[in-house]
């Protein structure tokens, strides 16, 4: 939206520049070609209120913060072209005698338009000025947004590295379970084995009390 107010304001500084050339060129004038030349810089004047008028709405619909540098340029512009009428109507009047017209020229006319020369330097300062602080508040602006996109991402790998715990933490349960079952088949087969060990030593002890018992039996009788 600054965008349109800034292609206002581009059309005024032409028409206000147009018009303040025009005032001087319509000093030297008189009679009819005065009167034309004053219809062409009352409508030009007209245009430069319209569009005065489109800029006020346009700053008062931005942010508080981009408004106000706005509506003081604005105050700006509204003081040149009050300068500009008041030196239409000089010209106009003036002119009803030469000495008039000439002392306008010479002195009213001058202080006027170096009046308006001096509006006009004050315009483009604060303007500079102003531009300034919209590229400040646009390079803010951004940064924030970048500051923004590094946060979402940080959050983003936090979520990712979380799930990640999650998983491992998955995995290390599965490996105590695993390890659980293999502590308890392992105990099954020491005491099987155990168990073995105790049914071989019988068969063995049982096996050595029939040698003997057939060795007795033999050398006996």
Same mark, same amino acid.
């Given at each position: 939206m600054?965008d349109?107010f800034?292609?206002?304001?581009?059309?005024?500084c032409?028409i206000?520049?147009?018009?303040?050339?025009?005032?001087t060129?319509?000093s030297a004038l008189?009679?009819?070609? @005065?009167?034309? +030349?004053?219809? $062409?810089? !009352? =409508?030009?004047?007209?245009g430069a209120?319209?569009l005065i #008028?489109?800029?006020?709405?346009?700053a008062r619909?931005q942010?508080?913060?981009?408004r106000?540098? @706005?509506?003081? +340029?604005?105050r $700006?512009? !509204? =003081?040149?072209?009050n300068?500009l009428?008041g030196?239409? #109507?000089?010209?106009t009047?003036g002119n009803?005698?030469?000495?008039s017209?000439?002392?306008?020229?010479e002195?009213g006319?001058?202080e006027?338009?170096?009046?308006s020369?001096?509006?006009?330097?004050r315009?483009?300062?604060i303007?500079e000025?102003?531009?300034?602080?919209t590229?400040?508040i646009?390079d803010?602006h951004?940064t924030?947004?970048?500051?923004?996109?590094?946060g979402?991402?940080?959050l983003?790998?936090?979520?990712?590295?979380?799930?990640?715990?999650i998983?491992?933490?998955?995995t290390?349960?599965?490996?105590?379970?695993?390890?659980?079952?293999s502590?308890?088949?392992?105990?099954?087969m020491?005491?099987?084995?155990d168990r073995?060990?105790?049914?071989?030593?019988?068969?063995?002890?049982?096996l050595?009390?029939?040698?003997?018992?057939i060795?007795?039996?033999?050398?006996?009788h």
């Open positions: 600054a349109v800034e292609g206002y304001e581009r059309q005024y032409e206000s520049a147009s018009l303040a050339r025009k005032c060129a319509a008189q009679g009819e070609k @005065l009167k034309q +030349k004053a219809s $062409e810089i !009352k =409508s030009g004047i007209d209120e319209a #008028k489109k800029m006020d709405l346009e619909n942010q508080p913060s981009v106000a540098g @706005l509506l003081a +340029k604005l $700006e512009y !509204k =003081s040149d072209l300068n009428k030196t239409l #109507k000089r010209v009047t009803a005698q030469q000495g017209r000439e002392e306008l020229l002195s006319m001058a006027t338009l170096g009046v020369a001096d509006q006009k330097s315009l483009l300062r303007t000025k102003q531009n300034k602080t590229d400040r646009r803010s951004r924030m947004l970048e500051t923004e996109d590094l979402v991402s940080l983003q790998d936090l979520h990712q590295q979380r799930e990640r715990l998983h491992a933490h998955g290390l349960d599965n490996v105590d379970d695993n390890i659980g079952k502590r308890r088949i392992m105990g099954a020491v005491r099987r084995m073995n060990k105790w049914i071989i030593g019988f068969i063995i002890a049982l050595v009390l029939v040698i003997l018992v060795l007795y039996f033999k050398f006996v």
